[in-house]
Structure formats: C-alpha cells, structure tokens
C-alpha cells in the first residue's frame, strides 16, 4: 500500500463515520495509539460483518487516547506505554493487553538496500543526541564493512505527538545509552536533542519516504506497507536480527504477565538470540465503573471476538497475537475489574 493509501485509510479509520457505523446505538468509541491501528482497522472490519456494530477508533497517539478515556469521552482508550498501578486507580482504570508488535528504525538512503545496513542501540542513540551526524561515520561504518556508506548529513525523524511509539524507541535507546538515558530518558513525549517531528507512525514514516539521508522510527506494519527500507538491530545477546514475527514473538516470550501490577510489561531489550530489541504490547484502557453497562461489555465483546478469531489478520499485518493463556488472563480480569453502577459485574 502506497503512502497516499494509507493515509486514506488511516482519515477513514479516524472520522465518525468509520464504516458508516456511527449511528448504530451498538457502536463503540475509542482512541490513542495509531502503533496497532492497522490490525484495530482490520479486526473492525471483521466485527461489523460478524455483528453489524462498529467501532470508530481515532489514532491520535497514546498520550491523547489517555487523555480522551480519563476524560471519559471514548468507550475506550489504547496506549503503548503501560500505565503504573497508582495512576490506573487514581483514574478508576484498569488495562489489558491486546496485540504485540515491533519498531523498526527506517532510513532513507541512496544504495543501501532495504535490511542491509546494521546499527545497534547505543549508535543510534548518539544520532539522536546529534553526536553522530553523517553516515560515513567511523561507528557506523564499522558496524557495516563492505557496505558504501554516502558523505551525507543524517536527518532525524521523530515524533511530534505524545506516542507509545516513542516509548518504546526511547526506553530502549535508555537501556542501551547511559547518555541517552540522561539527557532524554524514556517517555511518550520527550525533548529531542535534535530532529524534524511528524505526527503519528504515519507522519514519520511519510517524513522519512520525503528526506533523503534520514532515520525514523516506525511501528513494522508501516515500514512493510510503505515498503520502506528498514535496518537490522543488534539485540542484548549480540545478534544482529532481521525484524520479523518470530523475532518479536522471541522478545514476547520472556514477559512475566502475572507478575507484572496491571500486566504492565515492558518488552524492550529482551534476553535471548532471537529477540527483536524494540518489541512492545499495545494495551486497552476502560473504567472499572461503567455508567452505560451496555456500552461496557460491547467493549469487550469486541475485543473477545478480535482473541478468538483476529489471530490470522493480526498475524497478515505482522503483529504478534496474545497467546491463549494471557486472553484467560485477560477475560479474568474483565469479570473482576469491569462493574456496572450497581456494582454488577459487566462481563
């Protein structure tokens, strides 16, 4: 799918007519992170044909889908970045997983093909900061033998909205560079050291498509639609890995979800030869107390359908599906944390 497309799909996807389902009273409401918009899009496509409700969801970026569902003007909010224990009750919200997937970083550079180039967290933390800033860089060209790196200034893509997206890319880049960690830090909305914004995966990645010589982050789904030239990363056992379903599904598979208050995981910079070291869950927000009980369990009765059977689609638009055993996770905490104002339980 071509850049002009996706947008397309993507205003389609963000207006209150998505599907033309917005007068149906079933319909639901959510907003936030545009990281799983595309397989959100596809498993809404899917429920209106299975159920004739619909669901308009407006990717904005996470850090304004928590605002929205805190503001209590969607049925529900969607952000990459977990949210702690006391911020979930302090808003009466409880969160669940829904889908995994992983970042990529993406450049635009003339003779180098497509998965070609090699970089590894803390050099492209430095390019971040603005200390590496040409391509023939000394540590960039001896990550890359062989490989005709051009004279060129580096571009930074980053972006412009509070994003998931951008959690994840700068809590790894964290892990990964002391520097980093201390003049940027991880978060959905940070100050850059340097850098053109462009808001949404989508902004990014039609950024990076524009400037030649730049370097963006972009959700796997988006680089692989917009055909765009992706890098390998060296993961935290030393590997130099290939973005890919089983390398995110290597990173997913260490998560320790019952441990974790609010199964909050965090995927980054994972153990393990095969794990891709930007992995993340892109998690779903509601209110523990439902004032329209019905609008609640439509909700759920969404995300029920998407578990049991979204796992092909999600797996067509390279995400990694939640394994079984979490969706039971998951179903149990709906019945224990979802009421309605009488204190029913919704699900």
Same mark, same amino acid.
């Not at 429920?47 to 605002?67: E, T």
């Not at 019952?258 to 998690?283: H, N």
């Given at each position: 799918?071509?850049?002009? !497309?996706?947008?397309?799909?993507?205003?389609?996807?963000?207006?209150?007519?998505?599907?033309?389902?917005?007068?149906?009273?079933?319909?639901? &409401?959510?907003?936030?992170?545009?990281?799983?918009?595309?397989?959100?899009?596809?498993? #809404?496509?899917?429920?209106?044909?299975?159920?004739?409700?619909?669901?308009?969801?407006?990717?904005?970026?996470?850090?304004?889908?928590?605002?929205?569902?805190?503001?209590?003007?969607?049925?529900?909010?969607?952000?990459?970045?977990?949210?702690?224990?006391?911020?979930?009750?302090?808003?009466?919200?409880?969160?669940?997983?829904?889908?995994?997937?992983?970042?990529?970083?993406?450049?635009?550079?003339?003779?180098? #093909?497509?998965?070609?180039?090699?970089?590894?967290?803390?050099?492209?933390?430095?390019?971040?900061?603005?200390?590496? &800033?040409?391509?023939?860089?000394?540590?960039? #060209? #001896?990550?890359?033998?062989?490989?005709?790196?051009?004279?060129?200034?580096?571009?930074?893509?980053?972006?412009?909205?509070?994003?998931?997206?951008?959690?994840?890319?700068?809590?790894?880049?964290?892990?990964?560079?002391?520097?980093?960690? &201390?003049?940027?830090?991880?978060?959905?909305?940070?100050?850059?050291?340097?850098?053109?914004?462009?808001?949404?995966?989508?902004?990014?990645?039609?950024?990076?498509?524009?400037?030649?010589?730049?370097?963006?982050?972009?959700?796997?789904?988006?680089?692989?639609?917009?055909?765009?030239?992706?890098?390998?990363?060296?993961?935290?056992?030393?590997?130099?890995?290939?973005?890919?379903?089983?390398?995110?599904?290597?990173?997913?598979?260490?998560? /320790?979800?019952?441990?974790?208050?609010?199964?909050?995981?965090?995927?980054?910079?994972?153990?393990?030869?095969?794990?891709?070291?930007?992995?993340?869950?892109?998690?779903?927000?509601?209110?523990? !107390?439902?004032?329209?009980?019905?609008?609640?369990? /439509?909700?759920?009765?969404?995300?029920?359908?998407?578990?049991?059977?979204?796992?092909?689609?999600?797996? /067509?638009?390279?995400?990694?599906?939640?394994?079984?055993?979490?969706?039971?996770?998951?179903?149990?905490?709906?019945?224990?944390?979802?009421?309605?104002?009488?204190?029913?339980?919704?699900?």
């Amino acid at each position: 799918m071509r850049m002009k !497309q996706l947008l397309a799909t993507i205003i389609i996807g963000t207006s209150a007519t998505f599907a033309s389902t917005a007068t149906l009273a079933a319909d639901i &409401t959510g907003a936030g992170a545009t990281f799983p918009y595309p397989i959100y899009a596809k498993w #809404a496509e899917m429920y209106k044909k299975a159920s004739g409700n619909g669901l308009n969801y407006q990717s904005v970026g996470s850090g304004a889908g928590i605002k929205q569902i805190k503001a209590k003007t969607v049925d529900f909010g969607a952000s990459d970045m977990p949210l702690a224990a006391d911020e979930l009750n302090q808003s009466g919200l409880f969160q669940f997983p829904a889908i995994m997937g992983g970042v990529v970083t993406v450049v635009n550079l003339d003779g180098v #093909a497509p998965g070609q180039l090699k970089l590894t967290g803390p050099v492209v933390a430095d390019i971040y900061l603005g200390k590496i &800033t040409k391509w023939n860089d000394g540590a960039i #060209a #001896a990550l890359n033998p062989g490989v005709k790196l051009p004279a060129e200034d580096i571009t930074v893509v980053h972006r412009a909205d509070s994003s998931g997206t951008s959690f994840l890319f700068t809590d790894y880049l964290s892990k990964t560079n002391p520097d980093f960690k &201390t003049r940027i830090g991880a978060g959905t909305a940070v100050k850059w050291a340097t850098g053109v914004g462009g808001k949404g995966n989508d902004g990014v990645a039609a950024n990076v498509q524009r400037i030649k010589g730049s370097i963006g982050y972009v959700e796997w789904a988006y680089a692989k639609k917009n055909k765009m030239s992706h890098t390998q990363l060296k993961n935290r056992d030393g590997v130099f890995l290939q973005p890919d379903d089983d390398a995110f599904k290597a990173a997913a598979a260490n998560a /320790e979800w019952t441990k974790s208050p609010g199964m909050a995981v965090v995927l980054t910079d994972q153990a393990g030869k095969a794990a891709w070291p930007i992995t993340g869950v892109s998690y779903i927000l509601v209110h523990k !107390q439902q004032a329209d009980a019905a609008k609640g369990k /439509e909700v759920l009765k969404f995300f029920d359908y998407a578990f049991k059977n979204g796992d092909a689609a999600a797996t /067509e638009l390279d995400y990694v599906p939640m394994p079984d055993t979490v969706v039971k996770l998951v179903q149990d905490a709906w019945k224990a944390n979802m009421k309605d104002a009488s204190g029913k339980a919704v699900w």
